[in-house]
Structures are given as C-alpha cells and as structure tokens.
C-alpha cells in the first residue's frame, strides 16, 4: 500500500470510530399500474423519516430501467435503536398499509453489513446517476479488497464534487459478495469519476480480485438522506 492509500485510510479509521450503521436493501415488485401510488408512499416516507428522525441517515427509492415496476429501496440507519425508531413510525405505517394493494408478493430484504458509507447532503433530482452494482471476491482476496475500496471511495468523495453517495457492504450469509450503490450529481460526474487517476489505480489493483460482476441499470425515484456520513469497517 502506497503512503496515500495509507493516509487516507487512517483518516477514514479515525472518522468512523462508531458503532456500524444499520444498512438495509429491499427489492419490491410493484403491481402493474400502481406505479404512482408506490412512489407517492414512498416518498412520503422517505421525505418525512429523513426530516424528523435524527437516526434515519438514508432512503433512497429507484427502480430497474427496463422494468420500472422492479423497485428497491436502500435505507441506512445510526444504529439498530434508530431503525426500529423507524419501523414504529406513522409513515412508515403507512407505507406498511398502502403495500398490499401495491407490492406484489415479491419482497427481499437484504442485510448488508458495511464496509465503506460515505456521502454528501443530496438533493433529490432528475439528473441524479445511480450505480448499482453486485460483485463476488475471491476469498483470499477479501480483505485486500476491502482496503482498496475504502481507499478509493475516500479520495472519490474528498476530490469529486459531482461523487455524492459512495456505498459499500458485503452480504450478510456472503460475505465474498458485495453491494455497491453510488450516487452522482449526473452522468458527465460518473464519467469524470471514472477517469481519474485513483479510478483508474483501483481498477488495475483489484482486477484479479473480482470472479464475477453484476451491474443492474437503475433509475432514482426519490433520494434523501442527511448527509456527512463517513463509515468504514476495522479490519479484522
């Protein structure tokens, strides 16, 4: 590891000395034709717990390009106390009540311990570009991988101003399979991101590493979080 990946994980260290966030991923098939009905609900939740729940740190509501009615939703919580916080409140019980006449009966949640969060205040837009993304580590590499994604995710944050959101975690059961979530100002950010230099170094560092990668093609519906949050995982 060169000094600089070193420096900027001891900062990322020393910022997130904290008990790990709750970190959520559920995938939703909505019925034909409810569309509208989903994202108004879902919004209203997202945009109510984001406004008056301090531990509510992130909601992010998209669907899959090709097919809008596959929805998912990314919730980031301080703590498992702020989750359950959550889970007791009058939108979210809402959004409970409205779902047997929207959802279909597919539901998957996914827990996602995390290894890298790290993001900045997002205001919901149009032009937002989301990456989502699924990637299996060969396991004698997992922990050379965690250290060059949080290096990499750090500096993306710090030197990019169009990289809002940088999302990293492993699958509970899995933990040789990562979820990526990114978010950026707009497609002109992504494609900056991905000529820069520590871009660049992270691709040819971890090439060997990854045995196979999924990216699905999303959308944003809404997105809301309270911004500031820098997390990374100790490592083992």
């Known amino acids: 590891m060169n000094k600089k990946s070193a420096l900027l994980l001891a900062l990322a ?57 596959m929805a998912y939703m990314f919730e980031i919580y301080a703590d498992e106390a702020a989750y359950q916080t959550h889970a007791q409140s009058p939108q979210y019980r809402a959004f409970l009540a409205a779902s047997p006449k929207i959802l279909t009966d597919h539901k998957q949640r996914i827990a996602l311990p995390p290894v890298f969060l790290g993001d900045k205040k997002i205001r919901p837009s149009e032009t937002s570009r989301i990456n989502l993304e699924r990637v299996e580590v060969k396991p004698q590499h997992s922990r050379a991988f965690a250290r060059a994604v949080t290096a990499e995710m750090v500096q993306s944050l710090k030197a990019e101003k169009g990289v809002l959101a940088m999302y990293a975690a492993t699958e509970q059961d899995n933990p040789n399979k990562w979820l990526f979530f990114e978010i950026y100002a707009d497609d002109a950010a992504y494609e900056t991101h991905r000529q820069t230099p520590h871009f660049q170094h992270y691709l040819k560092q971890t090439a060997a590493m990854i045995a196979d990668r999924q990216t699905i093609d999303i959308t944003p519906a809404y997105l809301g979080n309270q911004g500031g949050l820098l997390f990374h995982a100790p490592e083992p």
Not at 34 to 49: F, K, L, P, W
Request: no cysteine; net charge negative; proline share 4%.
């Open 13 to 69: 260290a020393g910022l997130s000395a904290q008990a790990a966030p709750v970190f959520n991923a559920f995938e939703l098939g909505v019925q034909s034709g409810r569309t509208a009905q989903y994202d108004a609900v879902g919004e209203n939740n997202i945009r109510t717990s984001i406004q008056t729940e301090k531990g509510t740190l992130a909601m992010y509501s998209v669907k899959q390009k090709a097919d809008p009615d």
